[in-house]
C-alpha cells in the first residue's frame, strides 16, 4: 500500500468572501465546492482546486467568522507549498503577487508569501511527471497556473519521535533529516519538518487545520488498522460524503487525516457547475432555506467571465 500524496490541506478562515476572493481572483483556483461544516451547518466549508476538483489540489477552509488570528507553532503546519512547471512561471507569481501588494520573497526556485489571514504559502519550480492539476482562469496562461500541491512544512520540537511512523507504518521515504517524500503510483508530496519557534502555536484565522494524504478506496480501512497497530488511536471511518475520512495525530502532535481518492466532487453536482450552488448534506436539505438566510453572502468567483 502507498499513499498517494497529499489529498487535501484544510486551514481556517475568519473571512470567508475575501478568502474566495483571494483563492479564486489572485491564485486562479477553481471554488469547486460551496458547503457548510457538517459539525456547525451554519458556517461554509469552501473547497479550492483545479479544474476538475482533483485531489492533490484541494485546499479548504473551515470557516469561522470573527476568529482571531492564529499562529503556527510545534504540531502544526506552517506552509502549503505549490508547484509550477517553470521559472518563467515563478516570475509571473512575483508580479502577480506584487501587484495585490503581498510582498512575495523570491529564494532560488520558490516564492514565499502569505495569504490575507497570514497563512504561508509558497510556489515552486520543480520538475516532476505527475499530471498538473490546473484551474482555468481568465488572467492566468495554464502553463504559469498553480499545478498542484508539492508539499507541506510542519513545525516539530521533536522530528525524530516521528521518524519511524512516519517510515514504517505511512510508507513515507526518507529524503533528509527532516525531510520525506510520500509517492504512490499517480503522484507524490514531501512532508518535511522545521524547526519549532519556542512561542506556543495557537489554531486561529490563517493557520491550517490538518492535512489529508490519499488513499485508493479499496485500502482505506487497512491504512486505519496500520495506524491503529501503530498506537495512533485513529478515528473510525468518518463519511465526508465527497470521501471518507481518518482522523490521528502523528507523533510531532501535526492533525493528519487519510482520505478515499472518490467519490469525489461530482457525487452531488455537475464538473461544470461545481461550487456554484450551495450542496448540503442531505441530513441538512430540510434546513436550505434557513441556512441559506444565515450564511455569509459570497462573491460568485466566475460570475460574467466566458469559460475558456
Ligand atoms: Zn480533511
Known amino acids: 500500500m502507498k499513499l498517494e500524496g497529499i489529498h487535501h490541506v484544510t486551514a481556517i478562515t475568519a473571512d470567508a468572501p ?25 458556517v461554509y466549508h469552501l473547497f479550492y482546486a483545479d479544474e476538475e476538483g482533483n485531489a492533490g489540489s484541494d485546499l479548504t477552509f473551515f470557516e469561522y467568522p470573527g476568529l482571531e488570528r492564529g499562529r503556527p507553532g510545534a504540531g502544526m503546519v506552517h506552509t502549503v507549498v505549490w508547484r509550477v512547471g517553470s521559472e518563467e512561471a515563478l516570475g509571473f507569481w512575483a508580479d502577480r503577487l506584487a501587484a495585490e501588494g503581498l510582498e512575495p520573497e523570491r529564494d532560488g526556485d520558490r516564492l514565499r508569501f502569505a495569504d490575507p489571514e497570514g497563512m504561508g504559502l509558497e510556489i515552486a519550480a520543480v ?3 505527475d499530471e498538473p492539476l490546473v484551474a482555468r482562469h481568465p488572467e492566468i496562461p495554464g502553463e504559469l497556473a498553480l499545478q498542484g500541491f508539492d508539499g507541506v512544512r510542519a513545525y516539530s520540537a521533536h522530528p525524530d519521535a516521528s521518524r519511524s511512523f512516519l517510515e514504517e507504518t505511512l510508507g513515507f521515504s526518507s529524503r533528509g533529516a527532516r525531510d520525506w517524500e510520500v509517492r504512490g503510483d499517480e503522484r507524490g508530496s514531501f512532508y518535511v519538518y522545521d524547526e519549532a ?32 497497530a501503530a498506537g495512533m488511536r485513529p478515528t473510525p471511518v468518518i463519511d465526508r460524503f465527497y470521501f ?31 461550487g456554484e450552488a450551495l450542496s448540503l448534506p442531505p441530513a441538512y436539505e430540510p434546513l436550505r432555506e434557513r441556512l441559506e438566510g444565515i450564511l ?11 469559460v475558456p
Do not use: C, M
Open 127 to 129: 520538475e516532476t511527471n
Open 244 to 274: 471518507r475520512s481518518v482522523y490521528f495525530r502523528e507523533p510531532s502532535g501535526v492533525l493528519f487525516e487519510i482520505a478515499t481518492l472518490g467519490p469525489g466532487f461530482t457525487a452531488d453536482e455537475p464538473l461544470e457547475t461545481l
Open 296 to 306: 455569509t453572502p459570497l462573491p460568485d468567483p466566475r460570475a460574467g467571465r466566458p
Open 197 to 228: 519557534p519556542p512561542r506556543r502555536g495557537l489554531g486561529g484565522a490563517g493557520t491550517v487545520h490538518h492535512v489529508a494524504w490519499a488513499s485508493p478506496l479499496e485500502e482505506h480501512e487497512a491504512w486505519r488498522q496500520r495506524v491503529a
Open 18 to 42: 475575501g478568502n474566495v476572493d483571494f483563492y479564486t481572483r489572485v491564485l486562479g483556483l477553481r471554488l469547486v465546492k460551496k458547503t457548510v461544516n457538517q459539525d456547525d451547518p451554519t
